[in-house]
Nanobody, 124 residues
Framework: QVQLVESGGGLVQAGGSLRLSCAADGRTFSHFNMGWFRQAPGKEREFVAAVRWRGSSTYYVDSVKGRFTISRDNAKHTVYLQMNSLKPEDTAVYYC?????????????????WGQGTQVTVSS
């Protein structure tokens, strides 16, 4: 089982940037697809981005394409989400998760081993 801890959230103005990190215990991290999700108050959890376990392919929801970049460093047991050109509608708690079955294209509902989340707030 993978243990995940998110960090890097904060308060930024619209147009700013943040880089989120998700640290794993490393036991089987390098063999799992990894994803980022977000949940805003009163809304359902949204699948934002994913990266294959080998780092060979990425997925993004349309609303973040061209602004967000997911990457991973298996040697450091860490997955990142670089968020640029942030908008108020990006405000949410961001979570990382793992898909041990490595579906591709990724299926959000199959991700598990959730972290506890990190808050991202974007002001107008």
């Amino acid at each position: 089982q993978v243990q995940l801890v998110e960090s890097g959230g904060g308060l930024v103005q619209a147009g700013g940037s943040l880089r989120l990190s998700c640290a794993a215990d490393g036991r089987t991290f390098s063999h799992f697809n990894m994803g980022w999700f977000r949940q805003a108050p009163g809304k359902e959890r949204e699948f934002v981005a994913a990266v294959r376990w080998r780092g060979s392919s990425t997925y993004y929801v349309d609303s973040v394409k061209g602004r967000f970049t997911i990457s991973r460093d298996n040697a450091k047991h860490t997955v990142y989400l670089q968020m640029n050109s942030l908008k108020p509608e990006d405000t949410a708690v961001y979570y990382c998760a793992a898909d041990r079955y490595n579906n591709w294209p990724p299926i959000g509902s199959l991700f598990g081993s959730w972290g506890q989340g990190t808050q991202v707030t974007v002001s107008s």
